[in-house]
């Protein structure tokens, strides 16, 4: 699917640069790292939109990929040249974006409930075993062990659902294989060793990167089998705004959100095989009618390997089931991340400090929900002035760039 893209701005050096800048800001990157390079649009650290001035966002976007530092994933050399240079010039780059454990599925949780990781979900959960909760601790932190969350616990998605907002995770692969898991709601029997762990070559889905399954309030219900679904839906769905959920999240396969390297099916995997999903699914989101009308993208990485991929930021507590939420250290590592909207002027570059409980905030700001988990932690940064640049576009249904230009497949 041959693309082709307008763009403006910031050179893949630059990007560079500001990626090394993660590590140096690890323990509160709330605080300005070096000035970043004049030829992107800056702006100062932490400025927040209030509330009335807030872009009118009606369609958020969340593409996840795997175990990539900021500095592999932007940084000189990167094989993801698609995410690294052209998208990184036609959006907003956020340098200091950190993920808040390891391994995979803590993060994921993370990012839909605000629940922080414990010794289960810190080890992927390779047993899909109930959470046993014996408490609630300081912002609605459940105290206990195991993996699948009782109905008590609630994520975005209950939100949304509870304020007849729709929404819908696509999960690549899920259900190729039926002996493996089904095509909606994917996952397997309580007490069962989780098979999804192995991929295969016809499926390489993998349950402990779809957070929605990790929770009694979703997985009991009949939302479940309607909103968590395979990614081959995902087309149909962008070709109208009615049909276009409101909060979509995305999640490749274990080899195309670079997990593997190389992959079960010979594929290269890592980066290389992340860009080229990019390469696909980003175009068919940014020309979607939704999208063109209200939408942002973001596109992030869960966790960092390598130095660096237990530090933190923004202050980020543990839980009370794991004292450090890193494993060996206080977070996920500096990570990065990419957010595209019309309300985004090409080029922005934000050196503010962000985690994964930032998006969830951000989320539940954009659709006025209460903050979960420590999404409500004080003091917390959510996407403010300093990422959407561009407030004021009301262009609506036209290109990303402020002209119209439009993006064409």
Not at 10 to 18: Q, V
Not at 24 to 36: G, K, L, M, V
Not at 241 to 246: F, G, M, W
Request: hydrophobic fraction near 40%; charge should be negative.
């Amino acid at each position: 699917m041959p693309t082709r893209f307008h763009i403006t701005g910031w050179s893949l050096a630059a990007a560079a640069g500001a990626a090394t800048l993660v590590v140096a800001a690890c323990t509160d990157s709330r605080a300005p790292t070096d000035a970043a390079p004049s030829a992107a649009v800056t702006s100062p650290q932490a400025t927040q939109l209030g509330a009335n001035a807030r872009p009118k966002i009606g369609h958020v976007f969340i593409l996840i990929l795997e175990n990539e530092s900021a500095t592999a994933t932007f940084g000189p050399g990167s094989p993801a040249q698609f995410l690294a240079d052209t998208l990184v010039k036609q959006g907003a780059f956020l340098p200091n974006y950190f993920g808040i454990g390891h391994a995979s599925l803590d993060n994921y949780i993370a990012m839909i409930s605000g629940q922080a990781p414990d010794s289960a979900s810190q080890a992927d959960c390779s047993i899909y075993t109930n959470f046993e909760q014996t408490g609630t601790a300081a912002f609605g932190q459940a105290i206990g062990s195991g993996c699948v969350f009782p109905r008590t616990v609630k994520t975005v998605a209950n939100q949304l659902d509870d304020r007849h907002v729709r929404w819908r995770a696509y999960m690549e692969d899920m259900g190729n294989d039926p002996a493996r898991e089904a095509d909606r709601c994917g996952h397997v029997p309580i007490g069962s060793v989780d098979i999804t762990n192995n991929e295969e070559p016809e499926d390489q889905y993998a349950a402990r990167h779809n957070p929605f399954v990790w929770f009694h309030a979703i997985t009991d219900f009949r939302v479940c089998q309607t909103s968590v679904v395979p990614l081959s839906l995902l087309e149909s769905d962008l070709a109208s705004e009615d049909r276009t959920p409101r909060y979509v999240f995305i999640t490749p396969n274990v080899c195309h959100d670079g997990h593997d390297s190389p992959c079960v099916t010979g594929e290269p995997g890592g980066l290389v095989s992340a860009d080229l999903f990019l390469r696909e699914w980003v175009p068919l989101i940014l020309n979607s009618p939704a999208f063109k009308k209200d939408g942002v993208l973001l596109i992030t990485t869960d966790e960092a390997e390598g130095a660096g991929g237990s530090t933190a930021c923004c202050n980020e507590m543990p839980g009370p089931n794991a004292a450090l939420p890193g494993g060996d250290g206080p977070g996920g590592g500096p990570v990065g991340a990419v957010l595209l909207s019309r309300f985004i002027k090409p080029g922005t570059v934000s050196q503010t400090g962000y985690n994964h409980y930032s998006m969830l905030k951000s989320v539940e700001e954009i659709f006025d929900l209460p903050l979960l988990g420590f999404a409500a932690q004080p003091g917390l940064a959510s996407f403010g002035s300093d990422v959407f640049t561009n407030p004021g576009n009301t262009a609506g249904h036209r290109g990303m760039n402020d002209g119209g230009d439009k993006l064409v497949q």
